[in-house]
């Protein structure tokens, strides 16, 4: 890691440090939203907001491939199916 990740890290872990020490006051405090607002202290909104769309990028992405995955699937499904009937179909011929 660069001197500059180290430093970020430290920062992180000291952050949530504090935020934890906090919300364990707090019943109703949202982890998430301690998670972000601690990366973004540490990085800066612009920095984060990046960050989040780069996320938002690979969480879409893996939605598509993940539907695309899936209509393969029903689609060997059926093409699987019609095989074993037609070698069904063959069978009973004999």
Do not use: C, H, W
């Not at 660069?2 to 020490?21: F, G, N, S, W």
Request: hydrophobic share 35%; no cysteine.
């Amino acid at each position: 890691m660069t001197t500059e990740a180290v430093k970020i890290m430290k920062k992180l872990k000291d952050k949530r440090v504090e935020y934890e020490v906090i919300a364990s006051s707090y019943s109703s405090v949202n982890f998430n939203d301690i998670v972000n607002r601690i990366i973004a202290e540490v990085l800066g909104p612009e920095r984060y907001g990046r960050a989040q769309a780069e996320v938002q990028r690979l969480k879409d992405q893996m939605s598509q491939t993940q539907v695309s995955t899936v209509e393969e699937i029903s689609q060997l499904k059926v093409e699987a199916a019609s095989k074993e009937a037609e070698a069904q179909r063959k069978y009973e011929e004999l």
